[in-house]
């Protein structure tokens, strides 16, 4: 925690998205951002301690002594929490991008060594301080484009020396530097060439061994799994899994990205934190996910970047009640962004949800996934003062200026980390 500061007038806010009501959002109620037109923030101690109209806010006798930073008329809302990224890398996989506009297909690229495996072995080689400061460089970019927090997994690593190399990069990445970030081991993200022939033995391994140390470590909150063709079966992705919630470590599954393998059904059974891509589900997925609290986390980046026509089913899912958040997909291969405005802007257009039910699924619903909902994704009094303001005059004009960044500052616990004045 960073030592206190000063307390601070926030005003000028000619919207306040205050994201306040029920958590999670779900149906109608993700639409709704009760907002607050002319509004204010008193932050004290990094944490939000009155919210509402200004003329309200600046009558309060601490506020009249708080220093005072006025914005002039732009909008304001939670922080954006990105609850699905692929942080740690060694560099980009730009060939592959130019393969795939030639006519290859993704999972061609990967039978012919290309795809996760090709970032497995450059990670392997590069040091900690390389793997450090290349994060650290796109965290930056993260603040700059509004997000306080992210999750990051592991699973580019795929032995334990590699993977424990990367969490330990996420454990010194925490201290580092001031955006919060959520670490996920996702030792099964495909299996490694040296168990290519005998995936069951990866499997026991992750399960008798990596999985446990892991969480004796204190290194991960959430265990992932790619359920896929070319990955894991729902079988083993169900035995990785429940390693990991014996371990204390909550389920997290890449589900039905590609294709529809049963994995999304695994993760209500689980009743996992998470289930992620879902572009391949059906009515009847459709119809678990929304009886449950599973967080369907969409990944419109990655369809995007891919050239692909199949975008996850949103409006089916909103309808029938599910609980649904963005994030970004970050990753070398399928979603090299770092701008949660540009996946508003994909889901908006590609999935067709409006701008107030975008801006709900990219803070409060994936804070509800990360288990930060106590503390993070709305701005409510008691909350840590995560926020980010734009240099717009509705909110709806954020997704609307598609690939343009208008976030002028984000604030992270009451500290200012990103400025276009700084």
Not at 373 to 384: A, E, F, N, R, W
């Amino acid at each position: 925690m960073p030592p206190p500061v000063a307390d601070l007038l926030i005003t000028g806010c000619s919207q306040l998205v205050t994201l306040q009501g029920p958590v999670p959002r779900r149906g109608r109620a993700l639409g709704d951002l009760a907002i607050i037109d002319d509004g204010a923030l008193l932050v004290s101690n990094h944490r939000i301690r009155a919210v509402g109209p200004r003329r309200q806010v600046e009558r309060l006798r601490d506020a009249r002594r708080a220093e005072k930073l006025d914005l002039g008329g732009q909008v304001v809302h939670p922080g954006f929490v990105d609850s699905h990224t692929h942080l740690i890398f060694p560099a980009s996989r730009a060939a592959e991008y130019e393969q795939r506009i030639c006519g290859k297909t993704y999972e061609q690229i990967a039978r012919s060594g290309g795809g996760i495996r090709l970032t497995v072995k450059a990670l392997r080689r590069a040091s900690p301080a390389q793997l450090k400061n290349h994060a650290l460089e796109f965290l930056r970019e993260f603040a700059a484009h509004g997000t306080t927090t992210l999750e990051a997994k592991t699973g580019y690593g795929l032995d334990w020396k590699n993977e424990l190399k990367i969490l330990k990069v996420l454990a010194d990445l925490r201290q580092q530097q001031p955006l919060d970030i959520v670490p996920t081991f996702l030792g099964a993200h495909v299996v490694p060439s040296e168990f290519r022939t005998r995936p069951d033995a990866w499997v026991n391994l992750l399960v008798e061994q990596l999985i446990p140390a892991v969480a004796k470590a204190g290194l991960a909150e959430f265990c992932d799994v790619f359920s896929e063709r070319g990955a894991f079966t729902v079988t083993q992705a169900a035995k990785i899994l429940e390693a990991g919630q014996a371990c204390g470590l909550a389920p997290r599954i890449h589900a039905e990205q590609l294709s529809n393998t049963g994995a999304a059904r695994l993760a209500v059974k689980l009743q996992a934190a998470s289930s992620d891509h879902l572009e391949k589900i059906n009515r009847a997925d459709i119809r678990a996910l929304a009886a449950s609290n599973v967080v369907c986390t969409l990944l419109p980046g990655c369809s995007f970047h891919l050239g692909l026509q199949n975008y996850a089913p949103a409006r089916e899912l909103i309808a029938a009640g599910a609980v649904v958040a963005l994030a970004t997909d970050f990753n070398p291969g399928t979603s090299p962004t770092v701008s949660m405005p540009m996946i508003l802007s994909l889901a908006c257009t590609q999935m067709r949800m409006t701008p107030s039910e975008a801006l709900a699924a990219a803070t409060i619903n994936p804070a509800y996934s990360l288990r930060r909902h106590g503390c993070i994704g709305s701005l409510d009094v008691g909350k840590y003062a995560d926020l980010a303001a734009f240099d717009v005059a509705d909110y709806r004009e954020i997704p609307y200026y598609f690939g343009v960044n208008l976030c002028s500052m984000t604030m992270k616990r009451g500290v200012i980390v990103h400025s276009k004045k700084m």
